[in-house]
């Protein structure tokens, strides 16, 4: 005989089947084959890519109640729409600094990382220590996910947390896709220093011109 615990547990998981075929049903019907392949020359790699645009993966998403079951399922898939679907699902509140850690070792495209560090990683409460813990890693991975945070929560962040990235990615063989987003991130940081009369880059002067020229070095 079933306990009340095990067909709770039977429940929810129909519950969520039926969710994820809704979230799929929605993709599908919405999918473009021009921009999928256009995603995969520009070299936009997924195993199943449907080249849905962001805007309507975010009105799919907000269907659907955020849910971490839901969005650690999602994620887990291999297609493109359905692992974005699963960060936009994934709530931010509830999001621990060790979840996002495993998360951001999962994330394998720039898309990606940039909607992870976008909707969820800029939130986090612990911010300085989550971007410690990925620029450490020394992963080309993390450091871009580093970079993509760090330009979505500059003003929460402490100047030796982004001395540290800067000398790190300075010091590491670094691929053009981190090398944009470390671009991208001094360009954030001009415009915040010109925004709000601080002098952040100032303080960071000999790391952000020894990451200028390994950007350079880069893109010659």
Sequence with gaps: MQTNEQ????????????????????????MDGITATTMRQKGLIYKQNFGVALP??????????PDTA?????????????????LLLMPAKQLTTEAAL????????TELAEIASMTLFC????IDQF????????????????CCTATRALQ??????????FHTIADTDIDMATAN?????????????ADTGHHCIDSLSHSSHALCQRIAELMA
């Design 131 to 146: 971007l410690t813990q990925l620029i450490t890693s020394h992963h080309q991975w993390q450091l871009l996910t580093a």
């Design 102 to 109: 495993h998360l951001a070792a999962t994330l394998q495209t």
């Design 7 to 30: 067909n709770t547990q039977i429940t929810e998981n129909k519950q969520l089947t039926e969710t994820v075929k809704q979230i799929r049903r929605l993709i599908a019907g919405s």
């Design 156 to 165: 929460r962040l402490k100047p030796c947390s982004l001395e540290m990235l």
């Design 56 to 65: 309507r993966l975010r009105e799919i998403a907000r269907q659907f109640t």
């Design 181 to 193: 987003a470390a671009y991208t991130l001094l360009q954030h940081l001009h415009d915040h220093d």
């Design 70 to 86: 839901l969005s650690e399922y999602l994620l887990q898939t291999a297609g493109r729409e359905t692992q974005i679907v699963g």
């Design 123 to 126: 939130h986090l409460n612990d």
